[in-house]
């Protein structure tokens, strides 16, 4: 009877380490829970592209100038390469002038956009029988940049002369004004000796006028306008 019942109790203990081991070796470790982002650890939204600003670009003007005497026209024409520095026109005529002309671009190709806008100075002159006394290093009066008709593809029209205000200037004493010319004039003593006489800028002997007239060329890249250049054209005072 013992035997019996000890090898009963030996099976049983058998059975209850092999079942012991099976679950152990058959059990799956728990599922780990997903690792938590931290937020300076979250990537960066993607930006667009920036474009590079456009490198040099191989654009001239042709600017045409009219003779002041409309019943006997003659046209001048000069070709100007745009660069990053101001173009400045210098050598204008006291005959001819740029208001209602025309500027045509030439660079780019059919589908390269382009516009242009201009704006005017003024300033004071001196004026007596003959010489006068131009105080284009003074103060002065600057427009608004104001876009030019287009008359074709690459083509335009420059300012008539009535949408000019010529007259509009800062306000200035008499005594800013004689100091001006002095400054300016140097040892010529009879143009200081005249401006002394004007009662204001824009009175006689003393004249406001345009002085200088910028055509500033732009072209349109991706969605935004480009300044490809500025020309700068000095207009000759007096008369």
């Known amino acids: 009877m013992r035997k019996v019942i ?13 079942a012991v081991v099976y679950y152990l070796t058959t059990l799956k470790p728990a599922s780990q829970p997903a690792p938590v982002t931290k937020p300076a650890e979250v990537q960066a939204e993607q930006k667009p592209e920036v474009k590079a600003p456009p490198g040099p670009v191989n654009v001239s003007i042709i600017l045409r100038s009219g003779s002041i005497d409309k019943e006997h026209p003659a046209f001048n024409y000069r070709t100007l390469k745009l660069s990053e520095k101001p173009v400045v026109v210098d050598d204008l ?16 190709d059919e589908s390269t956009r382009f516009r242009i ?3 005017y100075r ?4 001196v004026m007596g029988e003959g010489p006068h006394l131009d105080l284009v290093h003074w103060r002065h009066f600057d427009s608004e940049w104001m876009p030019l008709e287009q008359l074709a593809q690459g083509k335009f029209r420059t300012l008539a002369g009535e949408r000019m205000n ?8 008499k005594e800013e004004l004689v100091a001006a ?8 003593q009879e143009a200081v000796d005249l401006a002394k006489t004007c009662p204001g800028p ?9 002085s200088s007239v910028y055509f500033r060329i732009e072209m349109l890249v991706g ?3 480009t300044r490809v250049g500025v020309v700068e054209v000095l207009i000759p005072m007096g008369c």
């Open 6 to 18: 000890y090898g009963f109790g030996v099976g049983l203990l058998t059975f209850t380490l092999g």
């Open 93 to 108: 005529d006291i005959e001819e002038d740029v208001d209602g002309e025309e500027i045509t671009i030439v660079g780019g």
């Open 117 to 119: 806008s201009e704006r």
């Open 122 to 125: 003024t300033s004071v002159t």
């Open 166 to 173: 010529v007259e509009e200037f800062p306000a200035a004493t």
């Open 181 to 188: 010319a002095r400054k300016a004039a140097g040892d010529w």
């Open 202 to 210: 824009n009175e006689a002997p003393c004249a406001v006028a345009v």
């Open 223 to 225: 969605d935004e306008w």
